[in-house]
C-alpha cells in the first residue's frame, strides 16, 4: 500500500555535492516524521538525518553542517541536500516514512524505501 523510493545517488568526488529524494505514496500518516538512513559495506545502519511535521530536524554528529534535511509542503517528497562529501559518507542511503516518535528511532519507522547508493571516490 505504501511505497517509498529513492534517488539522486551515484558516484561524486569528495568535497562533492549530491542532492538525493525520497518519493512516498499510499496511506501513510503525512503528521508522522520521515528520515535518512545510511548503510556502508561491513557496517551497522546508521541514522542519518530526520524531521518531523513541525519542520524539526535531527542530524547525525557525523553529517552535521553538512547535509541538510527537508520535507515539501505536502510531506510526500524528502530530501537530503549532502555537501562537502567524503569517502566515509560512502553507502546505500535508505529513506523512511512514519515514524511515531521524536527523535525518531529506527524501529519507530512504519515503511523503507529500497535505498539508492551513494559513492564518494577520494
Excluded at 545510511?38 to 524531521?51: F, L, M, P, T, Y
Aim: charged share 20%; glycine share 12%; with cysteine.
Amino acid at each position: 500500500q505504501v511505497v517509498v523510493v529513492e534517488s539522486g545517488g551515484g558516484l561524486v568526488q569528495a568535497g562533492g555535492s549530491l542532492r538525493l529524494s525520497c518519493a512516498a505514496s499510499g496511506d501513510f500518516d503525512r503528521d508522522y516524521s520521515m528520515g535518512w538512513f545510511r548503510q556502508a559495506s561491513g557496517k551497522e545502519r546508521e541514522g542519518v538525518a530526520s524531521i518531523n511535521a513541525d519542520g524539526n530536524t535531527m542530524y547525525a554528529d557525523s553529517v552535521k553542517g553538512r547535509f541538510t534535511i527537508s520535507q515539501d509542503h505536502a510531506r510526500n517528497t524528502l530530501y537530503l541536500q549532502m555537501n562537502s562529501l567524503k569517502p566515509e559518507d560512502t553507502a546505500m542511503y535508505y529513506c523512511a516514512a512514519e515514524g511515531t516518535g521524536w527523535p525518531t528511532l529506527d524501529d519507530e519507522y512504519n515503511y523503507w524505501g529500497q535505498g539508492t547508493q551513494v559513492t564518494v571516490s577520494s
